[in-house]
């Protein structure tokens, strides 16, 4: 998924899917789709149901994410 995004701004049918939408990823992992969703994207909301992996999300957010005011 994020090699996709990453390929330019994702696009379905010829329209945009992320530019000024709020995003919401479910099972977020490390969060790089959601960082990628981000140089698009209005806000993106990131979750996980495991609290080690949200800890984990916050730290690749102040380190790795361009535009953490985002997420």
């Not at 701004?9 to 981000?38: H, M, T």
């Not at 080690?52 to 953490?68: A, G, Y």
């Amino acid at each position: 998924m994020s090699n996709w995004m990453v390929q330019g701004e994702p696009q379905l049918n010829g329209q945009s899917i992320c530019q000024d939408k709020v995003v919401l990823e479910l099972g977020s992992g490390p969060g790089l789709c959601g960082f990628i969703a981000a140089w698009w994207a209005k806000q993106v909301i990131l979750t996980d149901y495991q609290d080690i992996v949200m800890d984990l999300i916050e730290k690749n957010m102040q380190t790795c994410n361009k535009r953490p005011q985002e997420c």
